[in-house]
């Protein structure tokens, strides 16, 4: 079991700045046996990945749309995932979800993480 608890969304305008934190609690199990990813959710859309990390977080991915402007990263130590989101546009404004997999591979689909946070609300005003 893993528990999820994501922080730092807000309200910020158009070309600023935000981080998001995920604390992780995973019971039985190190938190480095788990692939994390951030994924996002606007009004009316399907939910839809962001960003991956590797269980030691060597190797990280990306949609095409926030490459170049989003970095996540973890801290196996701090059992904490990040995700720092610079020059946000509109079309960033979602709920953002930290997640988390049992598994070797980073995902690139919901589908594929078993674990959730609740979310927190990002807004970019234009």
């Known amino acids: 079991q893993v528990q999820l608890v994501e922080s730092g969304g807000g309200l910020v305008q158009a070309g600023g700045s935000l981080r998001l934190s995920c604390s992780c609690a995973?019971?039985?199990?190190?938190?480095?046996?788990?692939?994390l990813g951030w994924l996002r959710q606007a009004p009316g859309n399907e939910r839809e990945f962001v960003a991956g990390?590797?269980?030691?977080?060597?190797?990280?991915y990306y949609s095409e749309s926030v490459k170049g402007r989003f970095t996540i990263s973890r801290d196996n130590d701090k059992s904490t995932v990040y995700l720092q989101m610079t020059s946000l546009k509109p079309e960033d404004t979602a709920v953002y979800y930290c997640?988390?997999?049992?598994?070797?591979?980073?995902?690139?689909?919901?589908?594929?993480?078993?674990?959730w946070g609740q979310g927190t609300q990002v807004t970019v005003s234009s």
């Open positions: 997640a988390a997999r049992q598994s070797l591979l980073v995902a690139t689909t919901p589908r594929e993480y078993n674990y």
């Open positions: 995973a019971s039985g199990r190190t938190l480095s046996s788990f692939v």
């Open positions: 990390v590797s269980r030691s977080g060597d190797s990280t």
